[in-house]
């Protein structure tokens, strides 16, 4: 359970997207996925999250303590929350929480979808530009959790 002293509530409090973008998020999002459907705008969504990571790429990391402060010094440039990286063997764990995906007090719909599309773009260009390969990408665990974001980072299906 959550306590007010948890630092995901502060962060909440106090970076939440700016209620002139929500609406426009959530009707950019509902008519991508409507109009060219869900997996060609998850695609899109994608590429956008590579571009951005070539736009700001990380400097190199020498380990992932290393990756994980690079990594939140980006994100918090950004205002897109925090990530924590889980070494799996096969995979590199991505826990990303406190990301702007909540929009509206119903956090259905596609918006959540949209966002976390970008975020496997972003840390799929971030990570290639580390030296990972090309093979390799950022996927979403649906399963994983139900407040943040989690990716799986390795080889694709």
Do not use: C, K
């Not at 590199?92 to 976390?116: C, K, Q, S, T, Y």
């Amino acid at each position: 359970m959550q306590t007010p002293d948890d630092p995901r509530l502060a962060y909440y409090a106090e970076r939440q997207v700016a209620p002139q973008w929500r609406g426009f998020l959530a009707a950019l999002a509902g008519e991508l996925f409507e109009n060219v459907g869900a997996e060609a705008s998850r695609g899109f969504l994608r590429q956008m999250g590579e571009r951005m990571a070539r736009a700001a790429p990380l400097p190199p990391a020498e380990s992932l303590g290393d990756l994980s402060r690079l990594t939140n010094a980006r994100l918090a440039e950004m205002d897109w929350g925090l990530a924590a990286f889980e070494d799996h063997g096969q995979a590199l764990v991505i826990r990303h929480e406190a990301g702007p995906w909540r929009i509206a007090e119903d956090a259905e719909g596609p918006w959540p979808a949209a966002f976390a599309a970008v975020l496997e773009g972003l840390y799929s260009g971030w990570l290639r530009h580390q030296g990972a390969g090309a093979s390799l990408a950022a996927r979403l665990d649906l399963e994983a959790s139900e407040d943040a974001v989690v990716l799986s980072f390795g080889r694709l299906p």
